[in-house]
């Protein structure tokens, strides 16, 4: 029969994927409870940084049982970073682990909470040191721990596991005074190595570093005699001549540097953690008649009765006398000190090696819950007692009418007149937003109570009817695309600029929560450095589409390339592009592609593949054509070097490997149930809203002039069958 | 090669402050010389420095006597009068040491109330022992480690295994040739204990074998740390000698040997 267990596998493994994370926390959290009872052993709260995965730290919260016998519960003050190991262990680097998760740290000072059976050697309230990990509070074997005297500052005793590693390196040195003493490798441990080595009286001490970023603290008091960098050249590492060397660096080359610093004779211990081969060595070595002794901290036995084998105990009592007595300093080898709320923050920098600090500590002593996160708030430009913004309405088919009943439904905007070639339909929608129906264009131009046009007609009108708008001092509201040719582009921006109107476009996807909220998510660091761009949107539209049977005014001038300029490009995917533009604050710098008109009764594109360079290096892809049956595909992924993002549908979905909004690092998170939002609408308010206040509107002529600019480049590079760069805006 | 025993015309330097290291009580003398007349011994040449053992440490300043190649030592041209007759003792200190195997964190105890003891002790700091322990009856002439006297034989041998706490390793040195001294030291032995008789004995010295030697796995060396014993050390391991002249090239510890010699 099968045991509880297997049944609860059983149910588990038919759950959806998405929602067993809670399922086995509840799991977990339960049989740990009822261990408690059983055992009689008390429930901890703690907190632990734990790497989820490759770059990925995090502080979560977790749960034991308090101590067994032998074991000693410490609250943890101050827990010391082992930059290289730890940076090793998160780039994967060979020879680490390359499992996750996994708990790092092994160095810090914690105060003792409780006592398992038979633990005497401590007391509750005492200070402890010894391989704490980066934890809140952890349970230890108390033959890991030793007590820690009242002369012993916290920041001193925290390098206690630090400190094990390098003493060990300088007991297997056996240096004996007035010996010569390298140490090649300047890093936390070489620091500590320097110091430790200065106990046993050299006649000097050379400290041998990559670079000089860390000779002042290696040559400070208690430390090094001088310095010598590799950029110092061969010579200057063979002039050095040293009895011992003391390699901790770990670098590749490591071994091949230490035993250049070797005299004749000499010995190197090997304490770095070097896990690269290294063919040179043994030539150097057999040259220079070099004995090599390994140092590992495994080596340290518990409980030895052999002569002359320290004990960790008997190390760590030293290490401990030897800081009550001032003969060891170390507290001022800290550089940085973190809270681990923010370690998913440092260790990112640990990782992408920002800054070169030497000994980095995180402090449990005064942990603060992470400030909620700060959403950028979309500008909004406050007008207060707006007059509403007074508009016509040019062009009433599909789109234009959509465009008229959005904004009739904002308060900032107010519908004064339709006009549309085709009298009937402007009368419908002139009656559906209780406005009167203009006769002819000009008349509406003659309307004194218009201040602004919207034009949703076909793309090459846009030019003149912008320019006349223009001249009778009327701002305009432009349906995408801006125009048909760079040179009407330019044609309207430089009139509404001379005649001193607002200009506009309608990007309104970019008003949509989800979208916005892509934006906030790229701002926050959540993708880190845009690194790749992926747009897939397919569709099917039958032919009736291109003849206008979805409009109320049917017309086939979308089949006509010098009506439309463009098909599928300018009808749909320049949202798209805008959008993406938009989340990103990035724009294509060069192009090539592909287009064709593969099954539509038109002149224009129906399918197109584009490969774009942006203007930062990112590398994109764009797909898409209306003539794919099988149902609609729009996905766009937008990648960086810390994470992905996905919009499908109506959702958005982020990976990251940050801590963003406080949401766990290292899965995907899908963000759903977005508010409903007439965006045409929001777009006629911020447009109105910046006319009254005399400010820019939030999509500028830029924006329309790029985007254009973006697509007319893809026509010319598969015309002209190369890539070709994307203009520039030239009306700055 | 020369011969060890030819001799060596020398003439006896005169150095003010030091004479011939009278202040080495039990070390043995020795002086300051420079090569007269080598009497076609290649390694050795007019005017060079050596100390010098035999009649040379008998000799007046200024003396001319003839010496035994074996008991001339060339110290480092670099390093002036004062740091070249340092060098002896120092030598003498630093290899008892290092025959002894002291290494950072291990307990060294010095017994005796000379200006070598006072050496000795010094060096076992410089070896990181922890801590330095002089038995002796006055106050040591090294400040930086703990004072036992062997006025109480009981108390001092409770004392010392008190500051042994659980160190691992254990190494002592004996200058007095005090019986009484030497037999705290064997008591206070742990097991794999280390020490080195090294005084000259003034009196008859009893030693349970099996019981502080055998059981505890002790290693006793008998060789006399006197100046005699220096020389043939320092010409057989010429890396002695080489740390030896390293550490008394800088100021602050050349200083302290001739602060710890009362010189």
Known sequence: MASLEEHLRRLYLRVPEEKRPPLKRAYHGTR??????????????????????????????????????????????????????????????????????????????????????????????????????????????????????????DEDAAFIGMVLIAQLGIRKAAILPGERVAVV?????????????????????????AGRSRQ?????????????????????????????????????????????????????????????????????????????????????????????????????????????????????LITARWEPADCNTFYDELVHGKGKPVGIVFDWRHRSRPAPPVVPATPIIEVSNMEPLKIAIVGAGAIGSHNARS??????????????????????????????????????????SVEAVLLSVPHHLHRDMTLAAAAAGKHVMLEKPFANTMEEADAIVSACREHGVALTVNFSFRYLPRIRAARELVAQGALGDITGIELSTHSYREFGYWYGARSNSPDDWRTSREKAGAGFLFMNLCHVIDYVYFITGLKAARTYAEYATLGSPTEVEDSVSISCRMDNGAIGTICG??????????????????????????????????????????????????????????????????VRAGAPPPITPQDGWDNLAFITTVLRAMDEQRALPVPRYPHD | MTDSRAPLAVRVTPVETMGRCRATSGFGDYALARVVDAHGASEWRPGMRVLALGDAAQAAPGQVVSVAAADCLPPPEHLDDGAALALPPL???????????????????????????????????????????????????????????????????????????????????????????????????????????????????????????????????????????VWPTAVAAPDLLRRAARLIESTSRQNAVLEALAW
Request: glycine share 10%; with cysteine; net charge neutral.
């Open chain 2, 91 to 229: 030598l003498a200190a630093l290899g008892a040491w290092q025959d002894l195997q002291l290494e950072l964190g291990e307990v060294a105890v010095v017994s005796g109330d000379t200006p070598f003891a006072a050496l000795l002790a010094l060096t076992a700091h410089w070896h990181g022992a922890l801590p330095v322990v002089t038995l002796a009856a006055a106050a040591p002439g090294f400040a930086g480690g703990e004072w036992v006297s062997p006025h109480d034989p009981r108390e001092a041998h409770s004392r010392i295994q008190s500051l042994q706490q659980d160190k691992p390793g254990f190494a002592a040195i004996d200058v007095s040739g005090s019986a009484l001294v030497a037999d705290i030291l064997f008591q206070a032995l742990p097991r794999w204990g280390r020490l080195h008789l090294g005084g000259a004995p003034s009196e008859a010295l009893t030693v349970d074998f099996y019981r502080d030697v055998h059981v505890k796995g002790a290693r006793v060396f008998t060789r006399a740390l006197d100046a005699r014993s």
């Open chain 1, 185 to 209: 490798g300047q890093g936390l441990l070489g620091q500590l190595s320097n110091r430790l080595a200065r106990l046993l009286s050299p006649a000097e001490i050379i400290a041998v570093g």
């Open chain 1, 625 to 690: 054509t209306t003539i794919r049956r099988g149902g609609n595909v729009a996905e766009d992924r937008i990648w960086g070097t810390h994470g992905s993002l996905r919009l499908d549908g109506d959702d958005l979905h982020v990976y990251s490997s940050r801590v963003i909004d406080g949401r766990k690092p290292g899965r995907w998170h899908r963000l759903t149930k977005f508010p409903t939002v007439n965006w045409t609408g929001e777009w006629v308010r911020g447009f109105a809203q910046a």
């Open chain 1, 216 to 332: 002042s603290h290696a040559l400070a008091a208690g430390g090094a005699d001088r310095y010598v960098a590799l950029s110092d050249g061969a010579q200057a590492l063979a002039d050095i001549g040293a009895d011992v060397v003391i390699e901790i660096a770990g670098t590749a080359d490591s071994m091949t540097t230490a035993l250049r610093c070797a005299a004749p004779g000499g010995r190197v211990i090997v304490v770095g953690s070097t896990r690269s081969l290294d063919h040179a060595w043994l030539e150097l070595a057999r040259r220079q008649r070099v004995t090599i002794v390994g140092a590992h901290v495994s080596l340290l036995p518990f409980d030895d009765g052999t002569p002359r084998r320290w004990t960790l105990a008997q190390e760590y009592g030293l290490m401990m006398q030897l800081m009550a007595r001032e003969r060891l300093k170390v507290a001022d």
């Open chain 1, 32 to 153: 740990l409870r009822a261990e408690s009872l059983l055992r009689q052993r008390s429930l901890v709260a703690s907190e632990r940084i734990t790497f989820l995965d490759f770059e990925i730290a995090f502080l979560e919260p977790f749960e034991f049982l308090g101590p067994a016998p032998g074991q000693v519960l410490v609250d943890n003050l101050l827990t010391v970073v082992s930059p290289g190991t730890e940076r090793n262990v998160l780039i994967g680097l060979p020879g680490t682990r390359r499992r996750f998760p996994s708990q790092p740290g092994y160095s810090g000072v914690g105060v003792v909470r409780a006592l398992g059976a038979g633990v005497t050697a401590f007391r509750v309230g005492e200070r402890v040191a010894g391989g704490l990990p980066h934890m809140a509070a952890v349970n230890m074997q108390a033959d890991m721990l030793t007590s820690v005297p009242a002369a012993v500052s």
């Open chain 1, 407 to 448: 904004a009739a439904r904002m308060s900032e905007a107010r519908i004064v007149g339709v006009f549309d070639a085709n009298p009937r339909v402007a009368q419908e929608v002139a009656s559906g937003v209780s406005a009167q129906a203009y006769a002819s264009y000009e008349q509406a131009l003659a309307d004194p």
